[in-house]
């Protein structure tokens, strides 16, 4: 956000950061500016937000994992060596296919738990990439 001095931020788990209130994450804030949008038309909420869903999504699926650490370079070992592919450790792990799809898997602060998202251009891609990261995840 402060790179590009972006207005909003979010993630799935449903945070969302603003950045006229320092970048911090504000549930209250969300809920009024979603309450504003829906008292400005008639249509649904459902309706309102379908045109900005550029990528289907798993949701976030979260695993038990012993060693999180460890699990975390062997799911890069396993994804990195492909020819594309690019890997980033920021805050957990991004994997890009270069295809258009991508994980992240990010520890959990308060228990021994990696947390995966994937997303692709298409639901049909999105599945199958999720079960083949979960069955590293859980192996």
């Known amino acids: 956000m402060a790179e590009h001095d972006a207005v909003l931020g979010g993630e799935h788990s449903g945070h969302y950061y603003f950045r006229d209130v320092w970048r911090a994450d504000t549930g209250m804030l969300t809920a009024l500016h979603v309450l504003a949008a829906l008292g400005e038309q008639d249509r649904p909420l459902s309706e309102l937000v379908a045109g900005y869903s550029r990528y289907a999504a798993s949701g976030e699926i979260n695993s038990e994992v012993a060693d999180v650490?460890?699990?975390l370079d062997e799911v890069e070992a396993a994804y990195g060596q492909f020819d594309g592919v690019t890997t980033d450790r920021?805050?957990?792990l991004t994997v890009t296919l270069g295809d258009g799809r991508w994980f992240k898997l990010r520890p959990s602060n308060t228990e021994p738990l990696l947390r995966l998202n994937v997303e692709?251009?298409?639901?049909?891609?999105v599945d199958p990439l999720r079960d083949e990261v979960l069955a590293l995840v859980c192996s």
């Open 120 to 125: 692709d251009p298409t639901q049909e891609a």
């Open 90 to 92: 920021l805050d957990g």
């Open 69 to 71: 650490p460890a699990k």
